[in-house]
């Protein structure tokens, strides 16, 4: 009897992925999924057009403390005083352009940048036939500081808005999304049990979130690496725990779905409007802090939170509400958290599996 199940759950999964992964109505998913994505994308492209982030020494000579560049530079200076100050340029150009002077009379200049790296900032000096006319000051990002950008972005859009309503969109779907299209009568009158049903439907949905928000989560940290040098980023992987940093975000997204997937089928089978069902989901997800201890473990996030790699540091001006949603002030293990996600999904889905059993459906209702 049991392989006739996974045989049936099989074929319910072939039925329902080309409908979860291509449904129209689904688009938007995708959108949201690649939001994150496009967002570290265009930070690399910046960061290294202007040269932002942190490059390596020996590729750039010597780096210079903020002090160094603060004392050392003034208006006026020769090409001459500059390099006995600070040293050869990590880069340099020279150019010729047109410029016009106090007569209006057009003349031609010799212009010329020099790239200079801080600890804290690059430097671009702008020379003018040979004399220092300006500058440019650009603050640095380093990695370090890199990994708190992507673990802000990661905890507070992608997992509780991205991964959420994506979830909402795929899981809640899968029945009510039949209902609206007056097919789902045709599983119901089908030789299957309705548990074996609902378990194809969920492992359908479950592959098409993990598969569409990992794909969206690695994307991001591919993105967020690009921009600093292959000496950097292989000390960040191999010495710095970079790889558990990243084997944990994709375990994290991927545990997300397990939950809020879960949590939306059953939405789907007992709330007839997306919309109701995400505000209240939502507001029981923000609210878990404030809760106590034992209604803490009925939230997902409550064990999303202690598996992240990075914490986000607290700013001792934020406000107070924000603090508390930033702050994990009960962690847990990542054992306890990993089990935690997967019984409240699978106590979810038993819950689920006793409405299926009973459901009947009136499309003039629906």
């Known amino acids: 009897m049991k392989s006739l199940w996974w045989t049936q759950i099989l074929a319910v999964m072939r039925l329902e992925i080309k409908k979860t992964f ?81 007569d209006g009379k057009e003349i031609r200049v010799q212009e010329e940048t020099l790239q200079y790296y801080g600890t804290d900032r690059s430097v671009t000096l702008i020379l003018a036939d040979g004399v220092l006319v300006g500058q440019i000051s650009n603050a640095r990002l380093s990695l370090g500081q890199n990994t708190y950008v992507f673990a802000g972005v990661f905890q507070f859009f992608f997992i509780r808005l991205a991964v959420f309503f994506g979830c909402l969109g795929i899981f809640m779907n899968l029945f009510r999304g039949e209902m609206l299209d007056k097919s789902l009568h045709y599983y119901l009158l089908s030789p299957i049990r309705r548990e074996v049903l609902l378990a194809g439907k969920y492992l359908a949905g479950l592959l098409a979130a993990t598969v569409i928000f990992t794909t969206s989560t690695a994307l991001q940290l591919i993105a967020n ?130 409405k299926v059993r009973t459901l009947e459906i009136n499309y003039t209702t629906e």
């Not at 994308?41 to 750039?60: D, G, K, M, N, Y």
């Not at 069902?277 to 209604?295: C, F, G, Q, R, T």
């Open 22 to 102: 291509f449904a129209r109505r689904g688009l938007w998913i995708y959108l949201l999924a690649l939001a994150p994505v496009a967002l570290f994308t265009i930070q690399a492209v910046v960061t290294r057009s202007f040269h932002l982030t942190q490059p390596e020494p020996s590729s750039t000579g010597r780096l210079l403390t903020g002090e160094q560049l603060d004392s050392s530079i003034h208006d006026k200076m020769t090409r001459d005083e500059i390099i006995a100050a600070l040293g050869e340029p990590a880069k340099s150009r020279t150019r010729r352009v047109r410029k016009f002077d106090d």
């Open 225 to 354: 690496l690009s921009s600093f040098s292959g000496a950097i980023v292989s000390r960040y992987l191999y010495q710095e725990n970079g790889l558990s940093h990243i084997f944990a975000y994709l375990g994290v997204t991927a545990l997300a779905c397990v939950g809020y997937g879960s949590v939306f089928l059953a939405a789907g089978l007992l709330i007839r409007n997306p919309i109701i069902a995400a505000a209240i989901v939502l507001i029981w997800e923000d609210v878990n802090p404030l809760l106590p201890a034992l209604l803490k473990k009925f939230s997902v996030i409550y064990y999303l939170k202690s598996l992240c790699p990075v914490q986000v540091p607290v700013d001792p001006g934020m406000p107070q509400l924000l603090r508390l949603l930033i702050s994990n002030g009960d962690p847990i293990s990542a054992y306890l958290a990993v089990f935690g996600v997967l019984a409240l999904a699978a106590f979810v889905l038993w819950a689920s599996s006793l």
